[in-house]
């Protein structure tokens, strides 16, 4: 069931407001709305340390001495938070691999950081989210 509740914003700020909303195509305000209080949620349940998801990009040197292996070590005490695996071969020298994860926010923090940090890989970025209902 929605609810209507009415927001009164400076002029200024409601007019960077609905650039924003132009921006990334929203059709109205409050869908806008919704989904930046949903953010903020999702933002305080990694901070609770909830039980989130998440996605590990990495862009890494393959030539790099043992890089596959210490990555693939690492995995395997981390087996439990990983949903999935993806390896992509995207020229001659580098490779682009997405880590699926799922479980507590500061463990999935944790192997996304001792991944990223490992010499030869170029780029790496954590991507996180949930749906929000553990929040209480």
Do not use: P
Not at 26 to 41: G, H, P, Q, T, W
Not at 51 to 56: D, L, N, R, S
Not at 96 to 102: A, F, N, Q, R, Y
């Amino acid at each position: 069931m929605l609810r209507r509740f009415s927001v009164s914003l400076e002029e200024e700020l409601l007019e960077q407001f609905d650039a924003y909303i132009r921006e990334r195509g929203y059709v109205n305000r409050s869908e806008a709305m919704r989904d930046l209080i949903r953010k903020e949620f999702i933002s305080e349940q990694w901070e609770q340390d909830g039980e989130v998801a998440g996605v590990v990009t990495l862009v890494y040197d393959h030539h790099q001495a043992q890089l596959q292996e210490k990555i693939t070590e690492i995995q395997h005490e981390y087996y439990t938070l990983i949903t999935s695996t993806t390896h992509v071969h995207m020229d001659h020298d580098n490779c682009l691999e997405v880590i699926i994860v799922k479980g507590k926010a500061s463990r999935i923090k944790e192997l996304a950081e001792r991944i990223i940090a490992m010499r030869g890989v170029k780029n790496g970025k954590l991507t996180m989210t949930s749906t929000g209902h553990h929040l209480r």
